[in-house]
């Protein structure tokens, strides 16, 4: 036989939050996760673009290589940004059908589309930028050739990106009110 205390179970935990408020503090969290990440990605390119070419640094010095370090950075942000801020909505779950339905209606609006589509687009981006990144680390000789990889990995991106981010901006303009 187990010893249990009173008072130890998964009772002692439950808060008696309304679903209506603990979605909206979870659409808060979101929204912070969203506006911090888009403001360190923004401090970056700020950052950059106060470079002059005597302080442009020893590695990239400038170029396809400096912006493609910088989009690798501002990607990893985002993309972290909403793994975080997935994983806040989904532990709602644990809470009740009612909080998590609640709380991913947020991502069912129109106008949320766009903000997927740059999800997408920062994902696919980093993932390829990942794959060019390790060719380099591999065969250090490749790195020769980074205006031409850079190219083909902007190439790749456009590929893959343009026919989702079509379909996925179509049902938000049709959905829209002015759609």
Do not use: C
């Amino acid at each position: 036989m187990q010893n249990q205390s009173p008072g130890l179970g998964p009772q002692m935990f439950a808060v008696n939050i309304s679903p209506m408020l603990a979605a909206k503090l979870i659409e808060g969290f979101v929204g912070v996760l969203t506006i911090g990440s888009g403001l360190i990605a923004l401090w970056i390119l700020v950052d950059l673009f106060r470079l002059r070419r005597n302080e442009l640094g020893a590695v990239y010095k400038g170029g396809i290589g400096q912006w493609s370090w910088a989009a690798h950075r501002i990607t990893g942000i985002l993309v972290l940004a909403f793994l975080y801020g997935h994983i806040v909505d989904t532990f709602g779950l644990g809470f009740g059908p009612e909080l998590y339905d609640e709380t991913i209606g947020l991502y069912q609006q129109w106008w949320f589309k766009p903000f997927e589509v740059a999800l997408i687009a920062a994902t696919l981006y980093h993932a390829l930028n990942g794959v060019r990144i390790i060719l380099f680390d591999f065969w250090p000789t490749l790195a020769l050739k980074q205006r031409e990889f850079a190219v083909a990995q902007l190439t790749l991106f456009v590929i893959g990106f343009l026919p989702p981010a079509f379909f996925m901006l179509r049902s938000a303009y049709q959905a829209s009110p002015i759609g």
